[in-house]
């Protein structure tokens, strides 16, 4: 079946192929340094991943969802073996040839399976949850062990692997990496998705406490404070006794190895996090990013310094200029302007996929598309609010932006996907209700 | 699929939207704060990232002599200088690379890097003054190197280097311990600033103003291109100097003053105050303090026994000898005790005995009974021991001390020494104790030996009294210093009296240049020799010319001359070469001189305080040499090769 091009979503297309061009505009300026590097010439490397991101729009436009639905535990198993090949190799004698590139950048993320992986977790998630004939409702639909096991076991007739699984296997491979800002992207799909899928925001609260204990654990009145809360809202809402126990538990046990949990990650990552509460404690090194990007973006002003022209990425003093910071050279160079353009391409593209969401033909199609939705929105939010020391640093791209090709694919390949599914539902003559 | 019912999706819609909707608000919100609200200061952050200042070094005022040739003049040199980079290591490394282009040694390295700590926000020079070959050479390494800068600069030069060191002084960069002085708070570290004679005296008018300029730095730290010519300060040129110098002269002095010998020269107009000539041997060359002395030279200059770098005109003090007789007559003539025609009760038989001791005069066989003219004209010690004594210590003292021969005499130089000489009797009672001493050393107060040390500058200024209406001028080489002056008090008949006793010279110059004087220049003077317990005595002559109506008067004083008659015909010549005579053939001039080496200080008593009686100069006249400035200095030329 070939589908007719007039019924496709032009929105979205539209959105897509705007951002897409802004985004290689920026990567062009970002290569006009006065000081030339190999960055000069990146824009066009870039232009070949855009056309090849395009060509992988078009393959997924093409692919029903039900041939995707088929080849989606495929697609996760690979994904899975692929990561823990990647930190194998990357462990041991070398890395494949476009990983090596990728650390010889500088760049601490080790992008090209991880950036894939999120999209085969989107997939797997909404094929899990569209097999469920009621939201999950209690944790332990969520959390359990793919073996019978007395309370957290596998229940009767669920399948293997848990939600919390499918997301967490990759989460910890890529935090093993180690890249901690895409590990925790694979939780935000979790949660965007299990939210798309009906849970209860209680649920999803009790879900997420441990990960808010481990945070809060670094100062003991405020973990005080967190369980005092906890324990009432566990009274408020009334979950299964055993299960509140587990979340309490979780959350005790999060406050006791939250300080080894710290030691553990890499100084940069420590550097990173200290650097946002931060960035003037030690601003030649650790807070050197942060504070040279928000000279860039505040220089910018109203209008920019003009395209091509910012000073701060002229003279270098703009680091990852063509990666992780490039929305700073959107900033200093087209201004508060610029960044309200930007912001808008990414929230018309946001709304647009959530219609696309709503209007879905079928759960899976649907879950898959918030899905990407969420994978993208959290990518936009983290990049650009770093940029501004909204959030802490991490090493996660900005779609359409960001140079690197893996990740680029990964959007557009969301994109086709999000196209198949609304001339879906244009197909059966869905309307809005 | 009820959780998918439209109904339900809607819910999570609203929701999902209105999360979206926060986010994107809250990016907003910080943009807006952060590009608009606190823009300004990010701009200036952004600038202060990437511009770097650098200054612009202001020419210093030309200094000319009073007919306009040039003393100190600039010419353009290349700085090699190193913009400040993020850290010391930084630093180090860049400089390390440098060094086999620069010729820096570990020590000079160093050097620069106490600069960098001082000054960490301005460009550190490494190479003050570089050779083309250099500039070329690290121009085509320039990527090697970030933060090089090589600008084009003025650096002084003194066209005549050695001839008039003393008077003109050199420039150096400010040290820290200048810094705190008061003076030089407008100067930068690291900015030029005059540190002796003319060039430290008028050093806040020769200065002018540095400009800035900035220039574009990258984050490595390599100069990018110039910042906008908007925020470019231009220099201001320093104020030229006109000096009443006669350059002509001072090199003439420079040619005859007898090579290899130290001492110094001194040509003064006596009617206004205007220095002629100011010349001290030996000198030095100013030229290698420009853009930091090579250490080697500075060590040189410091442990040469001549101390080139001591001023002996104004700081180098010698007891005044026999020059001295003329003020001891002054003072009698002016309190009435004597006129010009008096004689003493003891004629000169070779000496006079006071107590129980025996003062001879320099002439053993005594110079009979003689009026105070003739008494001046030959310089009879006896004479003068009686009149010292008829004076009255007392009165000796209080008179030198009006005449100004404790006060300096205020001349436009740094550090002008003061004459020594007892302000009262009570100095005696300090070094000797009360009764311990007699009016014995009234004596030898009375020929110029004894406890008194004085300056040339000091004894030209007496001079210049006795050659003008008897009024002292403060000397000056650009202004004169304000305030009231000593006078001599004497009527113009006595005046004249004096000056025809002094008139011992008789310069028969040829028909050219003397026919201005009828073909003779009465020279007016006075021999001196000052005892010096080092060695041979220093030589003393001071004289001015025409007698009767004097122009210039000059004071010379050569160290180890063994007596001043030596130092005579030096005089003659400068005051010949002034005055239009041409003194280069020996059988032109005729000098007539007593001889006049001056009798053996009268041990007065034991000890230690005798030794005072004459001071050293080079001891108690030497300035600490000045701490060595941290320069590196590699192109200074070879000096001492004049």
């Not at chain 1, 062009?28 to 006065?34: L, M």
């Not at chain 1, 855009?50 to 969802?65: D, N």
């Not at chain 1, 090493?395 to 609304?422: N, T």
């Not at chain 2, 104004?314 to 026999?322: D, Q």
Request: one cysteine or more; hydrophobic letters at 45%; aromatic letters at 10%.
């Amino acid at each position: 079946m070939r589908p007719p091009l007039r019924e496709i979503d032009r929105p979205l297309v539209a959105v897509v192929l705007a951002l897409a061009a802004y985004g290689l505009a920026t990567l062009y300026s970002a290569g006009q340094t006065d000081v030339p590097t190999f960055v000069e010439t990146i824009w066009r490397k870039q232009l070949i991943w855009l056309a090849m991101g395009i060509i992988a729009t078009v393959l997924m436009f093409r692919a029903s969802p039900r041939l995707l639905e088929w080849a989606t535990p495929y697609a996760y198993a690979i994904s899975v073996v692929v990561l823990i090949w990647t930190l194998f190799a990357g462990v041991g004698a070398g890395t494949a040839a476009s990983e090596r590139s990728w650390l010889a950048l500088g760049g601490v993320r080790l992008g090209q399976p991880a950036e894939i992986a999120k999209l085969a977790v989107v997939l797997m998630l909404a094929r899990w949850l569209a097999e469920q004939r009621e939201p999950p409702a209690t944790l332990r639909h969520l959390v359990y062990l793919p073996f019978p096991f007395p309370f957290i076991g596998r229940p009767a007739g669920a399948p293997v692997l848990c939600p919390c699984l499918i997301a967490g296997i990759p989460s910890f491979l890529v935090f093993k990496q180690p890249d901690l800002g895409s590990s925790m992207v694979f939780v935000a799909i979790l949660f965007t998705m299990l939210y798309w899928a009906g849970t209860r925001i209680s649920l999803l609260v009790l879900l997420g406490s441990p990960v808010i204990g481990l945070v809060l654990a670094f100062s003991t009145v405020a973990w005080g404070a967190w369980i005092l809360v906890l324990i009432a809202l566990l009274i408020w809402w009334r979950p299964y006794v055993w299960e509140g126990l587990a979340v309490m538990l979780a959350n005790l046990i999060m406050g006791v190895v939250a300080v080894p949990f710290w030691q553990r990650l890499a100084p940069y990552q420590q550097n990173r996090l200290l650097a946002f509460l931060n960035p003037q404690e030690d601003p030649r090194a650790t807070g050197w990013h942060v504070i040279q990007s928000k000279i860039a973006i505040g220089s910018g002003g109203f209008l920019g310094q003009g395209f091509l022209h910012g000073p701060q990425k002229r003279l270098a003093f703009l680091p990852a200029q063509f990666t992780d910071f490039i929305f700073s050279v959107v900033g200093e160079e087209l201004g508060f302007l610029g960044v309200l353009v930007a912001l808008a391409l990414f929230a018309a593209l946001i709304f647009i996929l959530i219609r696309i969401a709503r209007r879905a033909t079928d759960p899976y199609s649907s879950l898959c598309v918030f899905g990407v939705t969420g994978m993208l929105f959290t990518h936009m939010l983290e990049n650009i609010g770093m940029t501004v020391n909204l959030l802490p640093i991490t090493g996660i791209p900005l779609p359409f932006f960001s140079y690197g090709g893996s990740f680029l694919l990964a959007c557009f390949m969301g994109v086709g996907i999000s196209l198949r599914v609304a001339w879906e539902s244009r197909q059966s003559g869905y309307a809005e209700l | 699929m009820s959780s998918f019912h439209p109904h339900l999706l809607d819910r999570r819609v609203r929701l999902a939207r209105g999360v979206v909707w926060g986010a994107l608000a809250t990016l907003v919100i910080v943009f807006f704060r952060t590009q608009i609200l606190e823009h300004s200061a990010f701009q200036l952050q952004s600038e202060t990232n990437r511009l770097r200042p650098i200054p612009l070094p202001a020419p210093r005022g030309i200094i000319t002599d009073r007919n306009g040739k040039i003393l100190a003049e600039n010419v353009t040199g290349y700085t090699v200088s190193l913009l400040p980079a993020a850290d010391e290591d930084s630093l180090r490394a860049t400089l390390h690379r440098l060094a086999p282009i620069v010729k820096l040694d570990s020590q000079a390295i160093a050097r620069v890097l106490v600069r960098y700590r001082r000054t960490p926000y301005l460009p550190i020079a490494v190479l003050p003054s570089a050779t083309f070959d250099v500039v070329s050479a690290l121009e085509e390494r320039r990527l090697l190197f970030p933060g090089l800068l090589i600008q084009a600069e003025p650096k002084r030069y003194y066209p005549d280097s050695g001839l008039a060191s003393h008077l003109v002084g050199y420039v150096g960069e400010l040290t820290e311990a200048e810094r705190s002085q008061q003076r030089v708070a407008a100067v930068r570290l690291g900015g030029l600033l005059g540190k002796d004679g003319l060039e430290r005296e008028y050093d806040d008018s020769l200065r002018g103003y540095d400009g800035v300029r900035f220039v574009e730095v990258s984050a490595l730290g390599h100069v990018v291109r110039e910042a906008p010519p908007a925020s470019r300060l231009a220099p201001v040129p320093g104020k030229p100097l006109h000096t009443t110098i006669d350059l002509d002269l001072q090199h003439y002095i420079a040619q005859i003053f007898p090579a290899g010998h130290r001492g110094a020269v001194l040509a003064m107009n006596p009617n206004t105050g205007e220095i002629l000539a100011l010349y001290s041997a030996p000198g030095f060359d100013p030229n290698a303090f420009v853009g930091g002395v090579d250490p080697e030279y500075w060590r040189r200059l410091n442990e040469s026994e001549a101390h080139p770098l001591f001023d002996r005109t104004i700081k180098g003090r010698y007891p005044p000898g026999s020059t001295w007789k003329l003020a001891v007559a002054a003072m009698a003539l002016k309190r009435g005790i004597v006129t010009l025609h008096s004689h003493m009760p003891i004629p000169c038989r070779g000496g006079l005995q006071y107590g129980n001791r025996f003062f001879r005069c320099w002439s053993g066989a005594g110079h009979g009974d003689l009026s105070l003219a003739d008494a001046i004209a030959q310089s009879c010690d006896v004479y003068f021991y009686q009149l010292g004594l008829k004076l009255g210590l007392t009165s000796l003292l209080e008179d030198a001390t009006a005449l100004g021969f404790r006060s300096p005499t205020r001349i436009d130089l740094p550090d002008e020494k003061t004459g020594l000489f007892p302000g009262g009797t009570d100095y005696y009672d300090r070094v000797y104790g009360p009764r311990r001493w007699t009016s014995a050393v009234t004596l030898n107060l009375a020929i110029g030996q004894g406890e008194n040390a004085q300056t040339l500058v000091n004894m030209v200024r007496f001079y210049q009294m006795l050659a003008s209406d008897g009024r002292a001028r403060a000397p000056y080489l650009v202004r004169p210093a304000p305030g009231p002056e000593a006078t001599l008090g004497l009527t113009p008949d006595q005046l004249t009296g004096l000056r025809q006793a002094m008139i011992s010279v008789v310069e028969r110059g040829t028909a050219r240049g003397a026919a201005r004087f009828g073909g003779s220049i009465a020279i007016a003077g006075k021999t001196g020799t000052a005892q010096n317990p080092h060695g041979p005595a220093h030589g003393w002559f001071i004289g001015f010319a025409p007698a009767d109506k004097p122009e210039i008067v000059v004071g010379a004083i050569v160290e180890f001359a063994r007596e001043g008659p030596f130092v005579a015909p030096l005089v003659t010549r400068v005051i010949g070469r002034y005055l239009g005579v041409d003194t280069t053939v020996a059988s032109n001039v005729r000098i007539v001189l007593p001889t006049d080496t001056a009798p053996h200080p009268m041990q007065l008593l034991p000890g230690p305080p005798a030794e005072d009686t004459t001071i050293p100069p080079l001891d108690t006249g030497v300035t600490p040499p000045p701490p060595p400035p941290v320069d590196t200095g590699h192109a200074a030329p070879a000096p001492g090769n004049r």
